[in-house]
């Protein structure tokens, strides 16, 4: 397992750094390519409906209960 990674995402017009272990990132993109969505519309979607959490944390939860079985 590798490190965090860094990386930029545009929301709602303002760029932003979202800062997400490699197997996440993977696994966030390919849930948007699925979904036939750019990466940052998916994270503005994501934003939108995060409340108090961070934007990392609220990507992570996301891709969590998209691949958890329900």
Same mark, same amino acid.
């Given at each position: 397992?590798?490190?965090?990674? %860094?990386?930029?995402?545009?929301?709602?017009?303002? !760029?932003?750094? #979202?800062? *997400?272990?490699?197997?996440?990132? %993977?696994?966030? !993109?390919?849930? =948007?390519?699925? /979904?036939? %969505?750019?990466?940052?519309?998916?994270?503005?979607?994501? /934003?939108?409906? +995060?409340? /108090?959490?961070? *934007?990392?944390?609220?990507? +992570? #939860?996301? #891709? *969590? +209960? @998209?691949? @958890?079985? =329900?």
């Amino acid at each position: 397992m590798n490190g965090p990674e %860094k990386h930029s995402l545009t929301l709602h017009g303002h !760029r932003t750094s #979202v800062t *997400l272990e490699p197997e996440f990132w %993977k696994a966030f !993109r390919e849930i =948007a390519d699925e /979904d036939g %969505k750019a990466i940052n519309l998916l994270a503005a979607e994501i /934003d939108a409906e +995060r409340g /108090d959490a961070n *934007l990392a944390s609220a990507i +992570r #939860v996301y #891709v *969590l +209960r @998209r691949f @958890r079985p =329900a």
